[in-house]
């Protein structure tokens, strides 16, 4: 029998590197299996998201492959509770119908990772964060950060802020992300976390200017502006979206929330620059392994 998956990109498409993502993790999903069939659907425009998800309905797995269509595929599931949809890494969690699953990251122990190696290499002793507006990833990667320094470093100083309500679109004001971190490095901070869209970039963007180390979310190696990047935070999100894929067509369906992290290799940091001695590039794969298993925790 055919098994049919649609996936719905928002208006961003696939020049989105999330999207990009996702639609490459249903082809990877898909793999070697002999009916199975995919489609996807860009929209124009964010009034697009629930028709394109509803002229999917009847399909084996519908996927909304971005936050920003969070409340439509929740109202398509429910008028279609026949259909499986997955959401993928929304900003909340939402609590979905039964016929949803929401699939959600462990950003908290890629970012106690980044707070790890902060404190490793602080020569100050006091590290910082820039984050978000405080929605529950931004508070997930601040308290990953601080838990991880504090962790290799008892005594280390930690200092973090959350984008203002008010203050520019959310996760789009890389301006206050870097007269942030350039504040914090005049408080003596040596090593920066930026996380959080173009806020969290431009937080990076600052401390290359500030002249201090700093530690990102996502890939940024090919940013010229960014010349003090040590590590990034990075989702694997083609590798958990292939997931589900493949046990959806296994028959393996699950509603509800779905949460992957180290121990599914769907985050990491990564890559951690040479300059590290082997001790320390030992210990930080010790303790990725601990919070894997769920020895340590994050604070999130």
């Not at 898909?30 to 009847?58: E, F, I, K």
């Not at 602080?122 to 508070?139: M, R």
Request: with cysteine; hydrophobic share 45%.
């Amino acid at each position: 029998m055919l098994f049919r998956v649609g996936f719905v990109a928002d208006v961003a498409g696939l020049d989105s590197s999330a999207d990009a993502a996702g639609w490459r993790g249903v082809r990877d999903g898909l793999r070697g299996l002999p009916c199975a069939h995919a489609d996807v659907a860009v929209a124009t425009r964010p009034s697009d998201y629930r028709p394109l998800l509803q002229a999917y309905a009847g399909y084996d797995l519908v996927i909304a492959g971005s936050f920003l269509l969070t409340d439509p595929v929740i109202d398509v599931a429910r008028t279609n509770p026949g259909t499986h949809y997955i959401l993928v890494d929304p900003i909340d969690a939402p609590m979905p119908p039964a016929n949803l699953a929401v699939l959600t990251f462990r950003d908290d122990q890629a970012a106690y990772l980044a707070g790890a190696l902060a404190a490793m290499v602080t020569k100050t002793g006091i590290v910082a964060g820039v984050y978000g507006p405080d929605g529950a990833a931004d508070q997930r990667n601040r308290a990953g950060f601080e838990h991880g320094a504090v962790y290799v470093r008892p005594g280390v100083h930690v200092l973090g802020a959350y984008q203002p309500a008010g203050n520019g679109l959310p996760y789009a004001n890389p301006v206050w992300g870097a007269a942030q971190a350039r504040g914090f490095a005049g408080q003596g901070a040596d090593v920066i976390f930026g996380s959080g869209g173009s806020t969290g970039k431009g937080a990076l963007r600052g401390a290359s200017q500030a002249g201090t180390r700093c530690i990102g979310s996502d890939d940024l190696s090919s940013d010229p502006a960014i010349d003090c990047l040590m590590a990034s935070t990075i989702k694997h999100l083609d590798h958990a979206v292939a997931l589900m894929v493949a046990d959806a067509a296994a028959g393996h369906w699950a509603g509800g929330a779905r949460t992957v992290g180290l121990a599914e290799g769907a985050v990491e940091l990564a890559p951690v620059q040479h300059e590290l001695s082997a001790s320390q590039l030992d210990e930080l794969q010790t303790i990725a392994g601990r919070l894997a298993s769920d020895a340590l925790p994050t604070g999130a």
